[in-house]
């Protein structure tokens, strides 16, 4: 079945440098999800990629789809202490599987 | 809407005990998700369902978990009996299509 790795597991970086994280899929997949957990909370959506090449940007967050739809990342630029928390791709198809995850920690 | 509603929040059970962990989803949501998430093995899925019908229960682990969703808005996840591995958060998501998903609060399992 589909699987998605991401790394890196932990990043921690101190505020104001750049932050990226990547994801994988054993499959090809029909779309791609951001997810965002803080400590303590449960998964919010950030973002939907669906298109090959796709990229989009949030203010300081910008999210690609790779050509092949089977790999995707997202880059903080000029991380703030709040954007701590844990990163989460998500491969949908008609399931939605998700990464690991990169847990994030910002040094002010 | 409320949003995607789970209880209890936290629940702590002796090891044998039956354990049933309750969602509703958002109104007019297709999919419904069950997830369980531990420091190991993140976010696992476990279940899900399309317009009320299991489709694809690949990731429950064992016989002694099942999960049902009697109408369009209410499901629940059994364990029965619970053992102290079964201690994680299980989160609860519903999504129209396949687009966002709204994830509940979480349910916090602890079997002693």
């Known amino acids: 079945g589909q699987q998605v790795m991401q790394i890196p597991q932990y990043q921690h970086v101190q505020e104001g440098e750049d932050f990226t994280t990547y994801c994988n899929s054993s499959?090809?997949?029909?779309?791609i999800q951001w997810y965002k957990q803080r400590p303590g909370g449960h998964p919010v959506f950030l973002i939907q990629?669906?298109?090959?090449?796709e990229v989009k940007k949030q203010k300081r967050l910008t999210f690609q789809f790779g050509e092949a739809k089977k790999n995707s990342s997202l880059h903080i630029t000029a991380t703030q202490t709040t954007d701590v928390g844990t990163y989460f791709c998500?491969?949908?198809?008609?399931?939605?599987?998700f990464g690991a995850g990169t847990r994030l920690t910002v040094k002010p | 809407d409320a949003g995607v509603i789970q209880s209890p929040r936290h629940e702590v059970t002796e090891m044998g005990q039956e354990v049933t962990l309750r969602c509703k989803p958002i109104?007019?949501?297709?999919?419904l998700f069950w997830y369980r998430q531990t420091m190991m093995r993140g976010l696992e899925l476990l279940i899900y369902?399309?317009?009320?019908?299991?489709?694809?229960d690949s990731g429950m682990p064992e016989d002694r978990f099942s999960a049902k969703m009697p109408n369009a808005s209410f499901s629940t996840l059994k364990i029965q009996p619970s053992e102290p591995r079964d201690s994680a958060v299980y989160f609860c998501?519903?999504?129209?299509?396949?687009?966002?998903?709204?994830f509940g609060q979480g349910t916090r399992l602890t079997v002693v």
């Open positions: 998501a519903s999504s129209p299509q396949s687009t966002e998903a709204f």
């Open positions: 369902f399309n317009n009320n019908v299991p489709i694809d």
């Open positions: 990629l669906v298109k090959s090449g």
């Open positions: 998500a491969g949908r198809n008609n399931d939605m599987r």
């Open positions: 499959t090809t997949l029909s779309n």
């Open positions: 109104s007019g949501h297709d999919y």
